[in-house]
C-alpha cells in the first residue's frame, strides 16, 4: 500500500458509474459523507445517475481539494484529460502520483 499524504482525499476511480475514493482523515470522511459518498471498507463510493452528475461531483471533489490519480488506461487523470478534449472546464485540479510506495507528487494541471 502507498502512503497517502494526511489530510488528503484521492480519488482512485471515476471511469464507471461510481466514484471511489481514498480518505485519510476522519474530518473529510465525514465531509464526504455530507457530498452523498458512503464507507465502504477502506475506501468512500458514490454512484453516479448520468454525465451531469459525475460533473457535478467532480466540481465538488476539486473544491475540496482532492487529489485525482494519475495514470493511463482510464484512471482519474485520464477522465479528466478526456472532459478536457471534450471543452468541458473544472478549472484547476491536482493529481497524485508515486515514484516508490512512499514518495508521492502532487501536480496541478
Known sequence: MNRIPDN??????????VI???????????RMQLIGFSLKEQFMVMPVVDVQDKQRIIKLLINEGALFLYGNGWYPSEVMEYY???????GKYKIIF????????????
Open 98 to 109: 508515486w515514484t516508490d510506495e512512499n514518495t508521492y507528487h502532487i501536480e496541478e494541471r
Open 8 to 17: 488528503s482525499i484521492i480519488v482512485i476511480d471515476m471511469a464507471g458509474d
Open 84 to 90: 478536457k478534449d471534450q471543452k468541458i472546464n473544472f
Open 20 to 30: 471511489k475514493l481514498r480518505v485519510s482523515e476522519q474530518n473529510l470522511i465525514d
